[in-house]
């Protein structure tokens, strides 16, 4: 009790002494309008900076990876774990965008063999889970049974593996509860030898447990959440350290002051709500940047406008949850799945797509990142994602 | 002893212009306060479907509360009768109140009773009076239903407490649904349960965060044997229930067209 007062007294303490919140006059920003936006900031801001917050997943030891400490000792242990001989399957999960590979990727220097595989297609047969098996071990031919891909795996050198894209391993589709049924029995038999580490996004995960009890094969389950705002805080600076420019509003400014920046971050992190290429986004947005004086001043933190997604119809938001749960459809995956005839299915989609709220990559649509959070959030609120 | 006239003259003063436009008044108010509610938790359920339910609980017993209280504030605060004129008033349109309107008085105590403590709430799906349908409405007096052939259906409520009512989700969005299939006796039913569990799973509109069960029974059917495969599931939200039940059947039937398990039940059957 003593503990929890001293808390209380701490946090009030704190808010006393905090800066004072700035005022949100940011403009809305329409989801249709994002990809002009982006490269309006491809125009105005310099290469240096636009490279500093690319959204491509950092490399191991990248002086910009932070914030996932905690996550990144939990696999570690579970590797130390795996040399011991006490090899378990491990899971990181998280939501799309918070960092899943970037954190796989901080794994992929090690004294044994690392193979990092991102899951290319869903397995809904035993064939597609051998197939997978030949990708992850460059086998010259695919095993031919269960018992077969087990002893062959065995017989390997000892190697820690790096499976990403997890969300692939789930599919609304005849075949894949038994596919699953093949590589979890692989995964079981062979999680002495090698150490299987597994990166999903949350939803997917959720999905995989539900359906097929995946949380009893994988003992070590390490999470991980978007950024807190010391964090995206923290990862702001990690990204523009080094790169010669300094924050106006901190020029002159005297050790133990208040950080005058402090209130726009905590706007940042309200308005991303922690979604780190969103808060990137967005400061993006406001960021002016002086080349001369190689300084960094920040405008009005701008917000996006998710009113569009009131317009959508119900099937539309089964649509959309679906396709964040699967991480992106192909679009003959999105007409088996709703039984839609292909133009149906494919109007559907593109109506998704002019408000902004999906992207095609060739014929596979995804959420569109910088607006998946508030569609999930919408999503779940219409009791259409769960 | 005060005259028959007197007392009426007394009884009439009791009810001047003024007292009656202040109980006119209050009656607006309180009729504008509910429609205001209404119209609000309307709003607040359609921007928050996933706590619909909850939301549209609030407004019946509310409603009853507010008139009380309105009747209770005209009759004491405004009127305010002697006691002994009270009495006798109570006392006479009781009785006649009680024999001239008894099926509805009882409606209405029926109504009080499943406000306070509820077999159903506005959004279940239930089967009363023989009707199948979703609650919509749940007034004092009566409860409407909205049945799959888009009637609406008005229920007394005496006919719930006397009658057993099935609540298909007692309060909660998700649903479950029992879909049965036939099969001919000699058909691999292994599979077709196996078949029948992962065509359940992929539909969207199953809620996986409850199981699916797949149960497997007989059943003689003019004469023959059939297997029934009964698949239990539930539905994400109970408005989309019989797009469901559809959605299995179609799932179902397609998988074992494809295995080979169907056309049937009425194929004859080979006694070789």
Known sequence: MFKALRA????LYD??????????????????RLGQLRLQQLETLPESVL?????????????????RELALAALEKVVAQWREGNGRLAVLVGPPGCGLTSTLNQLREQAERVSYLSLPHRPCSHADVMRLLQSVFSLDTAPTSTSAAIELINNLPPSIILLDDGHMLLARKMGNGAALQTLGAVLLATQERHCWVLA?????WRRLCFMYGCHRLFVHVVEIEYFTEPELTQSVEARLYGLGYQWQVRVGLKEGERDPLAPYFSLLHDHAEGHPQL???LLLQALIVEEQGQLLALEDIPRLDVAGLKSCADDELFSLAEIYAHGGLHKVEHETLFRLAPDQSLVRLEQLRQLGLLVRDQSNYRLAPLMAQATVQHLVNANRLY | MEMPSEALEKFLTLFSPGKLMAIALLVAAAWLLLTLMLYLLQQLALQFPRHRLLINRIYPLTRVIIWSAVVLYAVVGIIQPHASVLFAIMGSA????????????????SGLIIMINPPYRVGDMVNLAGHYGEVIKLEWSVTWLRTFDDNTVMVPNAEALKTAVSNSNSGALDEQIAVTLQLPAHSDHQRAMQLAREATLCSPYCFLKKPVAVLLGTENVMGQVMLTITIKAYVLDVRLERRFATDIHVRVIDAYKTAGLWPLPFEPVNAA
Request: proline share 11%; aromatic share 10%.
């Open chain 1, 200 to 204: 999903c996004a949350k939803q997917a």
């Open chain 1, 51 to 67: 490279q500093a917050f690319a959204p491509d997943p950092l490399a191991w030891q990248d002086p910009r990876f932070v914030g």
């Open chain 1, 8 to 11: 209380r007294g701490q946090a």
């Open chain 2, 94 to 109: 009781g009785l006649a109140l009680g024999l001239a309107t008894q099926e509805p008085i009882k409606n209405m105590v």
């Open chain 1, 15 to 32: 808010k006393w002494h905090s800066p004072k919140p700035i005022e949100d006059t940011g403009a809305l920003l329409s989801p249709t």
């Open chain 1, 279 to 281: 808060g990137y986004f």
